[in-house]
């Protein structure tokens, strides 16, 4: 829900302002250890109001755990679909559409 909207976005225009600003926060990312990053977001829900002590009735505490399980797996997505996403629109079939007359957008859509 986060890594394909964010990839496609950043794939569709390569090398601009937004391209290098996700890459900068993916690279950082990519690069904090899991205990940073699990610590740093125990520190954000106790600042924010989250319940980071679980309660099996109450859902606002799967917030947390989700977002720190699932924040591999974003990472991973706007990397690949931004880089198939950078070779599709560079391709020669892609190049072949726009001769045509079909836009951009409708190519990545």
Known sequence: MIGVPVGVIVGKRPDGILDN???V???ILSSVPSLIFAILLLILGKNLNIPYIFDVKNFATYVLPGFALSLGSIIVYIKYIKTELNRELNSMHSKFCYLK???RSRFVW
């Open 21 to 23: 600003i996700t890459t």
């Open 25 to 27: 926060i993916i690279s």
């Open 101 to 103: 007359g079909l836009s």
